[in-house]
């Protein structure tokens, strides 16, 4: 089972930048797809952006085109997103998420397994 951590959240100013980060521990995290999701307040979950395993290919739903960046690093269990042009509407709980040995892509967040706490991004106009 895997275990997931976020760090990196944190106010931010309108048109900042920040860099998000999951560390995994506990299982295999080169077999694990890994998704970011965040949650406004009292709106549903939404997905930002999916990598699989390898890192050999990527997904951002258009909240996050253009913007953000997903990126991993297997050998330090990492998964990274760098978000640039920050907006108010960004500000939310971002989550980070894994799916054991995925066929293909998943774009439903239901579809991953193992969820971390979550870390607070305020972004202030």
């Known amino acids: 089972q895997v275990q997931l951590v976020e760090s990196g959240g944190g106010v931010v100013q309108a048109g900042g930048s920040l860099r998000l980060s999951c560390t995994a521990s506990?299982?295999?995290?080169?077999?694990?797809?890994m998704v970011w999701v965040r949650q406004a307040q009292e709106k549903a979950r939404g997905l930002l952006a999916v990598?699989?395993?390898?890192?050999?290919?990527?997904y951002y739903a258009d909240s996050g085109k253009g913007r953000f960046t997903l990126s991993r690093d297997n050998a330090k269990n990492t998964v990274s997103l760098q978000m640039n042009s920050l907006k108010p509407e960004d500000t939310a709980v971002y989550y980070c998420?894994?799916?054991?040995?995925?066929?293909?892509?998943?774009?439903?967040?239901?579809?991953?397994?193992?969820w971390g706490q979550g870390t607070q991004v305020p972004v202030s106009s």
């Open positions: 998420a894994a799916r054991y040995n995925s066929i293909g892509v998943s774009t439903t967040t239901r579809a991953y397994d193992y």
């Open positions: 506990g299982g295999t995290f080169s077999r694990h797809d």
């Open positions: 990598i699989r395993r390898s890192g050999s290919s990527t």
